[in-house]
């Protein structure tokens, strides 16, 4: 199935990606946008994943899973790897090439704006004079980032929490229907981070 789903030309690609650590991710994350673009159609007014070759609509579990079984990655890894690089233009990555694709992730419901990131970066570098001039640890970059610093409150994690299984229960082969669009109903109507 991932052979009729995944272009010749972008399978190589992914198979070598999967072999490498961190650039191998975002090489990885980068074909994944690449290739929803090229999948995704306008079907009445709605954005639907499609088959190129069949033309047949295709769910977001299986787009990640044809992705993955040329990379050799979970699903839930091509999917974090495509949300990562689809936030981080590869401007800022290269700019930035110290900090780890896990500070980026961190820092993604932190910023609207590009400039923003490169300030949220620059945040980052300066934090390292606390740290012996290494780069901040994730661990210590959370903490960093806690609005007030202090926790927010349980019901933002849960929120979150609901939003990341509603999804997966929108996206999922096995979802009836009406499960599905209820799913997503709530993922379209969940307030902006």
């Not at 070759?53 to 699903?75: D, I, L, N, Q, Y």
């Not at 936030?87 to 500070?103: A, E």
């Not at 704006?113 to 934090?127: F, G, P, R, S, V």
């Not at 960093?144 to 994690?157: H, I, S, T």
């Amino acid at each position: 199935m991932a052979a009729n789903l995944i272009p010749e030309q972008y399978q190589r690609i992914l198979e070598d990606a999967g072999h490498q650590a961190d650039n191998g991710k975002w090489i990885i994350g980068d074909v994944a946008v690449e290739l929803r673009s090229l999948f995704t159609v306008n079907v009445d007014g709605k954005e639907q994943l499609i088959n190129y070759r069949t033309e047949e609509p295709m769910t977001v579990s299986e787009f990640h899973r044809s992705v993955g079984a040329w990379c050799g990655k979970s699903e839930g890894t091509v999917r974090d790897c495509e949300r990562i690089s689809a936030n981080i233009p590869s401007r800022i990555r290269q700019r930035y090439d110290m900090l780890s694709r896990s500070h980026f992730r961190e820092l993604i419901p932190h910023f609207e704006t590009q400039k923003e990131l490169a300030a949220l970066c620059e945040d980052i570098l300066a934090w390292g004079d606390d740290y012996g001039g290494r780069i901040i640890s994730i661990e210590a970059l959370r903490r960093k980032l806690k609005v007030d610093n202090g926790e927010p409150p349980a019901w933002v994690a849960w929120l979150k929490r609901l939003l990341r299984n509603a999804e997966k229960i929108r996206d999922h082969d096995e979802t009836p229907p009406a499960v599905s669009k209820w799913a997503g109903d709530v993922v379209k109507g969940a307030p902006e981070e």
